[in-house]
């Protein structure tokens, strides 16, 4: 079955860095855009970043631009997001997803457990 298995989350303080991981499985993973989202505390999940099949094209969510990285390994069935710059409002769980269609941030699969990115000091 398909699995995400998001890692890397942890306390931070603002300004700091992060590098989180995804590790996928149970799909053709080479074949489908991949997606980083997270959900803040009482609020919606969001997408954050999505990077092509090859890896040429990545979107950026506006709050992140400039800041986060995405990146892939498709030997690896690995995806990743380098965070730098933090701030409080990036405090979130962080999940990773392939997306349902080349044009549409919608995930196409169940959800991982995420991992947690606190940005405090």
């Known amino acids: 079955q398909v699995q995400f298995v998001e890692s890397g989350g942890g306390l931070v303080q603002p300004g700091g860095s992060l590098r989180l991981s995804c590790a996928a499985s149970?799909?053709?993973?080479?074949?489908?855009?991949m997606c980083w989202y997270r959900q803040g505390s009482g609020k919606e999940r969001e997408a954050v970043a999505r990077i092509s099949v090859a890896g040429g094209i990545t979107y950026y969510a506006d709050s992140v631009k400039g800041r986060f990285t995405i990146s892939r390994d498709n030997a690896k069935n690995m995806v990743y997001l380098q965070m730098h710059s933090l701030k409080p409002e990036d405090t979130a769980v962080y999940f990773c997803?392939?997306?349902?269609?080349?044009?549409?941030?919608?995930?196409?699969?169940?959800w991982g457990q995420g991992t947690l990115v606190t940005v405090s000091s």
């Open positions: 997803n392939a997306a349902a269609g080349a044009g549409t941030w919608n995930p196409k699969y169940s």
């Open positions: 149970g799909f053709t993973f080479s074949a489908y855009v």
